[in-house]
């Protein structure tokens, strides 16, 4: 990544300054040269704390900013009304939205024949472990790909989805996906505590279980259906804890009835 390119980054609230803190604190991109607009004084002394430029409003932008890329980090609701203020970039820089449901035709309505990436991302971006789902408009050229992607990149695996109805599903796989996993350790822990564990061991034992388990499935050869049966011994303590889950209605169904909720919400905002 050319270090001089500057960056408009629009919200910066839990998922915009995850993205903030994993381009600034681990991919190096030199804060002063991303500009942040967010309304909220607090958040915008965090980015500001960070050494982000920080605006208010995106009149206080400068009249000679060029950016390469604007991400929209804002709420889906506030799309509609935000892209106005930022139609002089249309055309230069590369749109590049995380807002969940948001179609590409909302920012072409707006922004006319320009580059639009619809990018979804998750939390652990803030500590270059994410994942980011994405889709490019038929207005991207090469140049602005390689450039989202590196940006991308920088805060974790990039996966280029072939259609755009697809960032929908990712989104209630991935994107979401984190806090199904908090849910779960919080579950895990209220377990732990209800077998007389203390609440402070059973959080521990509970976050690096989570931990280690993503960590095996990443990096070992096995198939997590595989290191699944290598945990459990014939008729012992997993087998039974197993039973509970897969009984009717199991961990899966649940797992499927959450998804497509998640699907479902996703697909409702695009009218929103
Ligand atoms: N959180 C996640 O894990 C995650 C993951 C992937 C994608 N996303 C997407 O990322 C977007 C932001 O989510 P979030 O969780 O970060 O929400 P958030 O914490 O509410 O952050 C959005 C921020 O944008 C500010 N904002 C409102 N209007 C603005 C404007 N016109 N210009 C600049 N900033 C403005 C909000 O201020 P006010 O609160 O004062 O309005 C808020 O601080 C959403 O579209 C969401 O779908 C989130």
């Known amino acids: 990544m050319d270090q001089s390119d500057e960056i408009v980054l629009v919200g910066c609230g839990n998922m915009g300054f995850a993205l903030l803190e994993g381009?600034?604190?681990?991919?190096g991109i030199p804060a002063g040269r991303i500009h942040v607009i967010e309304p909220a004084q607090a958040l915008r002394s965090r980015?500001?704390?960070v050494g982000?430029?920080?605006?208010?409003?995106?009149?206080?932008?400068?009249?000679?900013?060029?950016?390469?890329?604007?991400?929209?980090?804002?709420?889906p609701q506030v799309v509609r009304s935000m892209l106005c203020a930022y139609r002089?970039?249309?055309?230069k820089a590369a749109f590049v939205s995380i807002a969940a449901g948001v179609p590409i035709s909302t920012f072409e309505a707006t922004l006319g024949e320009t580059?639009?990436?619809?990018?979804?991302?998750?939390?652990?971006?803030?500590?270059?472990?994410?994942?980011?789902?994405?889709?490019?408009?038929?207005?991207?050229?090469?140049?602005?790909?390689a450039y989202v992607n590196n940006l991308l990149a920088a805060v974790g695996a990039v996966h280029w989805l072939a259609?755009?109805?697809?960032?929908?599903?990712?989104?209630?796989?991935?994107?979401?996906?984190?806090?199904?996993?908090?849910?779960?350790?919080?579950?895990l822990t209220e377990a732990g505590v209800a077998v007389g564990l203390s609440a402070e061991t059973a959080l521990a034992l509970a976050k690096q279980t989570v931990e280690g388990a993503a960590a095996l499935a990443g990096t070992s050869g096995f198939s997590p259906a595989e290191l699944r049966h290598q945990v459990t011994?014939?008729?012992?303590?997993?087998?039974?804890?197993?039973?509970?889950?897969?009984?009717?209605p199991g961990l899966s169904e649940l797992m499927t009835r959450a998804v497509a909720a998640a699907h479902r919400r996703a697909l409702d905002l695009a009218v929103a």
Not at 23 to 27: D, E, K, L, S
Not at 88 to 91: A, D, E, L, N, T
């Open 23 to 27: 381009w600034v604190g681990r991919a």
């Open 47 to 49: 980015a500001a704390a």
């Open 52 to 75: 982000a430029t920080v605006h208010a409003d995106a009149a206080e932008l400068p009249q000679a900013l060029r950016p390469r890329a604007v991400i929209i980090a804002v709420k």
């Open 88 to 91: 002089r970039f249309g055309g």
């Open 115 to 145: 580059a639009i990436i619809r990018a979804m991302p998750n939390m652990p971006a803030s500590i270059g472990l994410g994942v980011i789902a994405a889709f490019a408009n038929a207005h991207t050229d090469d140049g602005q790909m």
């Open 163 to 187: 259609e755009e109805k697809l960032v929908d599903a990712a989104t209630a796989i991935s994107g979401s996906g984190p806090a199904y996993l908090f849910h779960f350790i919080e579950c």
């Open 233 to 248: 011994s014939p008729n012992g303590t997993t087998a039974a804890a197993l039973q509970v889950l897969t009984a009717e």
